[in-house]
């Protein structure tokens, strides 16, 4: 080795190390000291140096990658991106190649992650499939797990769904509680055929009716500073936004 560069301190700092030598001061991890044989009095070439500090900071990038991982289950796409992000530059490959040889990074595990996500928290098909295509899965893995997730799976939580649900809007008629269903299980990415095949057949418990008059009586008060026909119909269009059906409304305005 030549006397280019010279170690002249190593003092743990943290969970690092920071190294003093004759050409300045660096902060290197543990896994760069024991690669290099980093020591007290060792010399390196300006190339060896440089292949040592190189090294360090791809070894800083896998940490950091690690962290990100650590968070949630990541695609390979997703992890390439955080590296672009990142200053990964030609360590990003390298990077990736190690995180598969330590099964920390597989797109098919991934997407059976994501799938049993979506069953156990009774999100539809449309949102696996749009997870999966955010995240930059392969269209091959896509197609494999959506396989998966047949008509009979999706009516079955779909049908979960409308049982946990049953008593929640009662007061409303059943008709408008089919309609904020209809869009809950859209919005939770269940397919258009499959949420009216089981809303088709669904009973709702409709306590409307006997709410209707407190109702009306509150319309009353709340627009009692307004026309006769002008509190008609502000008090028709509001019901009707409900879900009352324009007869039952006029019926009872009629007795009022």
């Known amino acids: 080795m030549s006397d280019g560069i ?16 004759s050409e300045g001061e660096h902060l290197l991890t543990e896994d760069t000291l024991i690669k290099f044989l980093v020591r007290k009095d060792a010399s390196y070439s300006e190339a060896e ?39 990964g530059g030609e360590a ?3 990077i990736i190649l190690r995180l598969k040889a330590l099964n920390y990074l597989d797109d098919r595990l991934f997407a059976q992650n994501l799938f049993n996500y979506a069953v156990n928290n009774f999100r539809g098909p449309r949102y696996l499939e749009a997870r999966l295509q955010k995240s930059g899965v392969a269209i091959k893995i896509t197609k494999e797990v959506l396989e998966r997730y047949g008509e009979e ?6 049908s979960e769904i409308l049982k946990k649900n049953k008593e929640k809007a009662k007061e409303k008629p059943a008709r408008k509680q089919k309609e904020l269903m209809f869009q809950k ?3 939770a990415g269940f397919s ?5 095949s089981c809303l088709r057949d669904a009973e709702f418990i409709d306590e409307s009716a ?29 019901l ?6 324009y007869e039952e409304v006029m019926l009872h305005l009629k007795s009022e």
């Open 153 to 158: 799976l999706e009516k079955e939580l779909i």
């Open 192 to 196: 258009y055929g499959a949420v009216q």
């Open 92 to 94: 990003a490959e390298k």
């Open 240 to 245: 009707l936004g409900e879900g009352y059906s």
């Open 6 to 21: 010279k170690i002249l301190k190593i003092a743990k700092q943290g969970k690092k190390y920071r190294v003093e030598t």
């Open 49 to 87: 140096f440089k292949e040592i500090l190189k090294h360090d900071e791809e070894n800083r990038l896998f940490e950091r990658v690690l962290r990100y991982l650590a968070q949630q289950s990541r695609s390979e796409n997703e992890v390439r991106e955080y590296l672009s992000k990142h200053g």
């Open 185 to 187: 299980l859209l919005r």
């Open 210 to 238: 006997r709410l209707l008059p407190e109702k009306v009586r509150r319309l009353e008060d709340k627009f009692s500073g307004l026309s006769e026909s002008k509190k008609r119909e502000k008090i028709l269009r509001r």
